[in-house]
């Protein structure tokens, strides 16, 4: 199953709302989630099921979608949110991860 | 502290060998799916390898099927990757990643492979 993720980057100010998609070659159900991973460190688990936040995640961060389609929102970007961002299908085997989203602050 | 620590990255020829390990502490690896997944320089992630809580069950990436091999040491709560005739293609930092349901929700700090003459 691939997953396509939509932008490769984006550029936003301090409290703009950013939006990601991930849309995957067949249908996944609801079983997809989100990372983030800083310059450097490992990737951080932000969401999974599609919209269930990870504990102590910001609530800025937020979820949705079914089957193929996919949003990752970050209601007020702040200046810690610069990161690259990944989904990842974990619908069936093998496991796969859009791309990633390079989010930088303008 | 819940966490993963991974080992055994380094610098080696095409065609050789090495032994990754992930040791685990503040939880069983024995009761828990693990995963590897690497990250080659500038790149993105890609899953390599699974091993389901029964110790047994192996799921690998057509890129290393045949190559590495995934497995645990329950005494030691440590899972391990042996990866045999490496490539150039395999330099990456590889990431030991633990199953939390439908999501991957506890990763190591990575360890780095450079497979280079």
């Known amino acids: 199953i691939q997953l396509t993720q939509s932008p490769s980057s984006l550029s936003a100010s301090v409290g703009d709302r950013v939006t990601i998609t991930c849309r995957a070659s067949q249908g996944i159900n609801s079983y997809l989630a989100w990372y983030q991973q800083k310059p450097g460190k490992a990737p951080k688990l932000l969401i999974s099921i599609a919209s269930t936040l990870e504990s102590g995640v910001p609530s800025r961060f937020s979820g949705s979608g079914s089957g193929t389609d996919f949003t990752l929102t970050i209601s007020s970007l702040q200046p810690e949110d610069l990161a690259t961002y990944y989904c990842?299908?974990?619908?069936?085997?093998?496991?796969?991860f859009g791309g990633g989203t390079k989010v930088e602050i303008k | 502290e819940v966490q993963l620590v991974e080992s055994g990255g380094g610098l080696v020829q095409p065609g050789g060998s090495l032994r990754l390990s992930c040791a685990a502490s503040?939880?069983?690896?024995?009761?828990?799916?693990m995963h590897w997944v690497r990250q080659a320089p500038g790149m993105g992630l890609v899953w390599v390898s699974r091993i389901k809580s029964d110790g047994i069950s192996t799921t690998y990436a057509d890129s290393v099927k045949g190559r590495f091999t995934i497995s645990r040491d329950d005494a030691k709560n440590t899972v391990h990757l042996q990866m045999n005739s490496l490539r150039a293609e395999d330099t990456a930092v590889y990431y030991c990643?633990?199953?939390?349901?439908?999501?991957?929700?506890?990763w190591g700090q990575g360890t780095l492979v450079t497979v280079s003459s």
């Open positions: 990643t633990r199953d939390g349901s439908y999501s991957l929700d506890l």
């Open positions: 503040g939880f069983t690896v024995s009761t828990s799916w």
């Open positions: 990842q299908q974990l619908n069936s085997s093998p496991l796969t």
